[in-house]
């Protein structure tokens, strides 16, 4: 059978055994393993185990684990709460400055625990009362909650990229740096969108609250240790002090030290719940990555990447027009599959066909990252639409989808304007560790 018709009838395959509502690591073992058994024989089953352990025998999966449990230390703390407040306090004179104390404590707290729903989670059930109590409209106070979310799989450190590193081959330290101005771009958008917004609305105004100058400087100390710490562990990083995964131990262990020490985090109740998520969600990601070593195995032996690939460079198609294409392709997947998946699944065959066509793969690797915070917003898995509700419940879903639109059109406008001005991705990586290869 044709190679070309094969993979239409694995895509049609790992559709239908994903949306059956299945895990997506053992939808993608079943879907390789039908495959193989029928064109392979049982025989090329034997190699399967072998390949899923060698998939996760790489020293760079070691920093996954500990990033989350970075994250799952500052997650379990008051330190979103105390983030939210230095940024009010700090902003609440300037007009509208309490949205853009949302969006620049998810920005951070998204930087420093990696988790959109934690993000979500830790500064809406704060931000968005507070909003709301302004007269900020509801649409504005949780879509840019939701949004702002969004940012921490794109701002380093992020789980995301590494993922999207160990898959592809390419340097977790290049893909942080290529992630920074992006990040800010993003966040300087969603924060003028926000202000033109509730400006045209009538409801931008000063805070009603006054603080002091003491009152501000009080809440730095609580907030500041954090920021020190991802810091450290990024100049760590970009420095070349250590490797991504050493840095990873030591900012998961200074940030379990600052949790239990500064927030009183000794109840071995509360550490065991830090340790089991973060297992739990690492178990996750690394079943993932082995399935998905599966797959591209499996995808490899009955030649279809290969056939895609020369189908691909056959074509006589403008590449801006192919790079279309592809993200068109991106966006669909992260409405129905999380960005680990869709990354796995994808960025290997993907990663070819757009170097070939003369894309940088660090700037395609934030490219896809954008294309993957909006489906966090959209709808049917838009994970952080459902947690917003949670922490809002009379606010409607169909309100909070309808104020995070606008905010998928800033991750659209970012996406065009990376294409136009590629170096927005690409100049901080070149300029600290040199052109890439």
Same mark, same amino acid.
């Given at each position: ?40 024989? =049982? ?29 799952? =230390? ?64 509801? @649409? ?6 939701? =949004? ?29 740096? +290529?992630?920074? $101005? ?24 000063? @805070? !009603? ?22 810091? @450290? ?25 600052? +949790? ?8 071995? @109740? ?8 973060? #297992? ?34 056959? $074509?006589?198609?403008? !590449?801006?027009? $192919? ?45 896809? #990252? ?30 909070? $989808? ?23 991705? #690409?100049?901080?990586?070149? +300029? ?6």
């Amino acid at each position: 059978m044709d190679p070309l018709v094969i993979g239409l009838l694995i895509a049609l395959a790992t559709v239908a055994v994903l949306f059956s509502g299945i895990q997506v690591a053992v939808g993608l073992i079943v879907v390789s393993t039908g495959f193989l058994l029928v064109f392979e024989g =049982a025989r090329t089953l034997e190699l399967l185990p072998e390949i899923f352990f060698a998939k996760l025998n790489n020293f760079a999966l070691l920093s996954i684990p500990m990033f989350i449990i970075m994250g799952a =230390a500052i997650s379990s703390t008051r330190a979103g709460a105390d983030l939210y407040e230095a940024l009010e306090r700090w902003l609440t004179r300037v007009p509208g400055g309490l949205v853009i104390s949302n969006l620049g404590a998810c920005a951070l707290f998204a930087a420093m625990s990696g988790s959109s729903p934690a993000t979500c989670a830790a500064i809406g059930k704060m931000g968005i009362p507070e909003m709301r109590r302004r007269g900020y409209p509801d @649409g504005v106070a949780a879509g840019s909650i939701a =949004a702002g979310g969004t940012l921490g799989i794109l701002i380093p450190p992020s789980v995301t990229m590494i993922v999207y590193g160990i898959a592809t081959e390419t340097s977790i330290g290049r893909l942080f740096l +290529a992630g920074v $101005l992006p990040g800010l771009l993003l966040v300087g958008l969603f924060m003028a969108w926000s202000l033109f917004h509730t400006w045209r609305e009538g409801t931008v105004a000063f @805070g !009603r609250v006054r603080y002091s100058l003491a009152e501000k400087l009080a809440i730095l100390p609580r907030v500041l240790p954090f920021l020190v710490i991802i810091a @450290g562990v990024l100049y760590a990083l970009y420095g070349g002090v250590a490797t991504p995964s050493e840095t990873a131990a030591v900012g998961a262990l200074l940030c379990m030290g600052v +949790a239990i020490v500064l927030y009183r985090l000794w109840n071995p @109740g509360a550490l065991w719940v830090v340790l089991r998520d973060s #297992t739990r969600e690492s178990v996750m990601i690394l079943f993932i990555i082995g399935a998905a070593g599966v797959f591209a195995f499996m995808m490899s032996s009955l030649f279809v990447t290969q056939s895609i690939a020369a189908w691909i460079g056959t $074509l006589e198609v403008n !590449r801006w027009v $192919l790079m279309g294409a592809i993200n068109l392709f991106l966006l669909v997947a992260g409405f129905f599959l999380p960005p680990v998946a869709v990354i796995l699944m994808s960025a290997p065959i993907l990663l070819p066909i757009v170097t070939s066509a003369g894309f940088d793969p660090y700037w395609f690797a934030v490219v896809l #990252t954008i294309n993957m915070e909006i489906g966090l917003i959209t709808p049917p898995v838009g994970l952080n639409l459902y947690v917003i509700n949670g922490i809002a419940p009379d606010i409607s879903l169909r309100t909070i $989808l309808v104020g995070s639109l606008p905010f998928v059109a800033c991750m659209v406008l970012a996406i065009l304007l990376l294409c136009v001005f590629p170096g927005i991705a #690409t100049w901080l990586p070149d +300029a600290v560790m040199g052109p890439s290869r």
